[in-house]
């Protein structure tokens, strides 16, 4: 092993020792849902954010309520109606009848993890405030610009059911968010699990085993992670392969009408990154890019009419791509 890659390696092994004691205290009160827990930590340990899709009752706002009381972090749940607005959000200025004078009042963005409850119930003026304060890490209220607080997480969720009355987001939008994650039912054997603990009237004492702070540092640390130059090029590869799939021999060409975008790029590297930390290596492979590939590339590949006539969604597409491309 590379001299470097054996110093990031030590320090990888200095602190990743809390993703157990996270993952042992979420366990506490989440039966299963191990998919949705790697994800949410991969999120925050790369700066990223995730759209969720999946019916109601798979426990997706418990699971960030519980991973933030486990942080020591702020959680706001915000549902996203039809009449919300953009001040119901990031916040206000105030009159004061005291002394005459405006102040800030900030919105209920201003925490460390945002749950927007079905996105796409609120107008695009609403969803356009969030997916700035993601990009930007702040907001602007009146003249004044305020820092978000670290790390700032938002997992956003869709239904996949109702549509009535949705304001749906558009591509270029949910290009924003570094996973979209499709989350199902749980085992027979987990349901039986859930339904012993949640009949029963207990109650989950969880404590705050991390601080923000071990955050950040664990995300400077992930920044540091060993990428091989071939490893590299495989994720642009991949990338490549889903704009111009006939110089791959892939006879995708009409079946896709956008590809991934640089995002997609920048995101398979980060998040691969984050999947080798919670794994305790300082370096990554090409299965920690295979592993979250989907995850990453599902949302930002628009099908062709053609490919909805033969119904051959994205997913399809990715798992094609991935199997074409030569693995180093």
Not at 170 to 190: C, G, H, N, W
Not at 238 to 259: C, H, K, M, Q
């Amino acid at each position: 092993m590379h001299e470097d890659i054996r110093e990031i390696q030590a320090e990888v092994e200095q602190n990743y020792g809390f993703v157990d004691r996270l993952k042992s205290e979420i366990g506490k009160v989440i039966v299963g849902q191990e998919y949705l827990i790697d994800r949410m930590l991969i999120g925050l340990l790369a700066d990223g954010h995730l759209l969720l899709e999946g019916v109601p009752g798979l426990a997706k706002t418990l699971s960030v309520s519980t991973l933030c009381r486990a942080i020591n972090a702020q959680f706001q749940r915000l549902q996203f109606t039809p009449d919300l607005l953009p001040a119901d959000l990031i916040g206000t200025m105030i009159y004061s009848q005291n002394d005459g004078n405006f102040r800030v009042r900030k919105g209920p963005i201003f925490a460390n993890m945002i749950l927007a409850d079905e996105i796409n119930r609120a107008p695009a003026k609403v969803q356009s405030a969030l997916l700035e304060a993601m990009q930007e890490r702040q907001v602007t209220i009146a003249d004044n610009t305020y820092p978000l607080p670290e790390p700032f997480l938002v997992m956003a969720t869709q239904n996949p059911i109702e549509q009535e009355g949705t304001y749906p987001l558009p591509e270029a939008q949910v290009d924003r968010f570094m996973f979209k994650l499709k989350i199902t039912y749980p085992s027979k054997a987990e349901e039986l699990q859930i339904m012993n603990r949640m009949t029963v009237g207990a109650t989950f004492d969880i404590q705050p085993v991390v601080s923000p702070e071990d955050i950040i540092k664990a995300r400077r640390v992930i920044n540091k992670i060993y990428v091989d130059d071939k490893v590299k090029e495989y994720i642009v590869n991949i990338v490549f392969a889903t704009r111009n799939p006939e110089s791959y021999d892939l006879p995708l060409a009409d079946l896709i009408d956008y590809g991934a975008s640089p995002r997609a790029s920048i995101y398979l590297a980060l998040a691969s990154k984050a999947h080798a930390f919670l794994k305790g290596r300082g370096y990554i492979t090409p299965d920690d890019v295979k592993t979250i590939g989907m995850d990453v590339l599902r949302h930002r590949i628009i099908v062709s009419y053609e490919a909805e006539a033969e119904e051959i969604d994205s997913e399809e597409i990715v798992s094609r791509v991935f199997n074409a491309v030569e693995v180093p």
